[in-house]
């Protein structure tokens, strides 16, 4: 790499969108329709915890973009831009080549969700190679969806499955003899956000999965001032993963990277949630309840309180 400038004019000006001033500016300009509100999210990806030195350029990429996506669609927003921040370790393999298969995972991404490059910022690292996005939406002014809403008799759902992903991870440290190649792999480096779902009126609350089932529906739990109780039995575990039970159990039922919706959904309000779920093509499957106290709860299949050492992940 020659220089900043260079750098940035080789990789990412061919990805930059309306607003982005060819990324020769400092700054860059965002237009809203009248009636819709911005809405940001900011995730970091550092290696080594977040991704591992000899995965594919590509799916880094893919993987940094999809879970901003994902934070949006669990606010009911619609994706627009984002801005890229990138930290790069000198004397390492993240070369040219390695920057030209990351710019390459980014345009698939930006032509699948719809979105443009606005923005960001270059750096050099001491150590790890450091990633930043800024994701930027827009919702319809007053329906954004909040953590803060879930209600005593509201069901608890997800979307999709879960446990692939942090399985995934497994594999790749070489703690599980699978296809390195296959579909755990595969979810540990590219999740699917559910963008595009519109369900500001049929929810009472939303968020991600990104830190483990448990710990993230205790912060539904928490904002809301309720408590919930989720069904072992309940959850949607795909046939590669119950392949793992129960060996891998407290893995699957508490690792994160599933970046799935969770919902509270109040019971006059399931029908419309699957149907419009099944309109867009996304499994949704009920695994559990919100009831009145505080805190999280799983049953096993004898409705018996499951003891985990820990309740998900942890940044520090």
């Known amino acids: 790499m020659v220089g900043e400038f260079d750098f940035i004019a ?10 982005a001033m060819e990324l020769r500016n400092d700054g860059a300009t965002m237009s809203l329709p009248e009636g819709e509100e911005l809405v940001l999210s900011s995730d970091t990806m550092v290696e080594g915890l977040h991704f591992l030195p ?3 350029a590509r799916t880094v990429a893919q993987k940094l973009l999809r879970c901003n996506l994902s934070d949006l669609a669990a606010m009911g927003s619609s994706p627009r ?7 790069v370790p000198v004397g390492r393999h993240y070369d040219e080549a390695w920057f030209a298969e990351f710019a390459a995972g980014l345009a698939e991404d930006q032509e699948r969700f719809g979105i443009t490059l606005l923005g960001g910022d270059t750096t050099g690292s001491p150590s790890p190679l450091m990633l930043n996005v800024t994701i930027l939406g827009a919702v319809r002014r007053g329906e954004t969806l909040r953590r803060d809403g879930g209600r005593p008799g509201d069901g608890v759902w997800v979307t999709g499955t879960l446990g692939r992903a942090a399985l995934g991870l497994q594999v790749r440290l070489g703690k599980i003899d699978a296809s390195p190649d ?3 792999v595969q979810s540990y480096r590219i999740p699917s956000p559910r ?4 369900l500001y009126g049929i929810v009472s609350a939303a968020m991600d999965i990104s830190d483990g089932l448990v710990q993230d529906c205790g912060h539904i739990a928490e904002e809301s001032g309720t408590a919930i109780t989720l069904f072992e039995e309940a959850l949607p575990l795909s046939a590669e993963v119950k392949a793992y039970l129960p060996d891998w159990r407290e893995t699957i039922l508490l690792g994160g990277d599933d970046y799935e919706l969770l919902l509270t959904c109040p019971v006059e309000q399931e029908e419309a949630l699957q149907t419009h779920c ?3 093509a996304v499994p949704v499957t009920k695994i559990g309840k919100v009831t009145e106290g505080q805190g999280v709860t799983m049953l096993d299949k004898n409705h018996e309180p499951i003891r985990f050492t820990r309740t998900g992940w942890q940044h520090f």
């Open 10 to 19: 080789r990789h990412f000006r061919p990805l930059a969108g309306e607003g």
């Open 54 to 56: 000899d995965d594919p």
């Open 81 to 87: 831009h984002y801005m890229l921040n990138v930290s």
């Open 182 to 184: 296959g579909i755990l």
């Open 195 to 198: 963008v595009g779902l519109s």
């Open 278 to 280: 099944r309109a867009h």
